[in-house]
């Protein structure tokens, strides 16, 4: 059974830093992409920043771009977000999800939600002013 985990989420103050992970097991196959999206109360899940597994190329949404980093440990089979000066904006649930076997994302396509096959159940990030 593939299975995505993540951990990591949590409350912190504006300005704050937190770093999310994504264990991913069961998988008979290497995604060669992953990514983290993230949905507010009352809004739509957006891409905030994807992996390509196999160049290490990243993108990030402009909304992020220059305070989030994802990476991924490759040997412990896991993805991070690490977010720095947090906005409470940011504030949403974050779900990380893995590309289905055999396809790519090109551009921001790695943003959008249809190119993801597997989610994880979602982690709080809740940033206070």
């Known amino acids: 059974q593939v299975q995505l985990q993540e951990s990591g989420g949590g409350s912190v103050q504006s300005g704050g830093s937190l770093r999310l992970s994504c264990t991913a097991s069961g998988f008979t196959y290497t995604s060669n992409y992953m990514g983290w999206f993230r949905q507010a109360p009352g809004k739509e899940r957006e891409g905030v920043a994807f992996?390509?597994?196999?160049?290490?190329?990243?993108y990030y949404a402009d909304s992020v771009k220059g305070r989030f980093t994802i990476s991924q440990d490759s040997d412990k089979n896991t993805l991070y977000l690490q977010m720095n000066s947090l906005k409470p904006e940011d504030t949403a649930v974050y779900y990380c999800?893995?590309?289905?076997?055999?396809?790519?994302?090109?551009?921001?396509?790695?943003?959008?939600?249809?190119?993801?096959?597997?989610w994880g159940q979602g982690s709080q990030v809740t940033v206070s002013s």
């Open positions: 992996f390509t597994t196999g160049s290490g190329n990243t």
């Open positions: 999800a893995a590309a289905p076997n055999g396809r790519w994302a090109f551009g921001a396509s790695g943003l959008h939600s249809n190119m993801y096959s597997t």
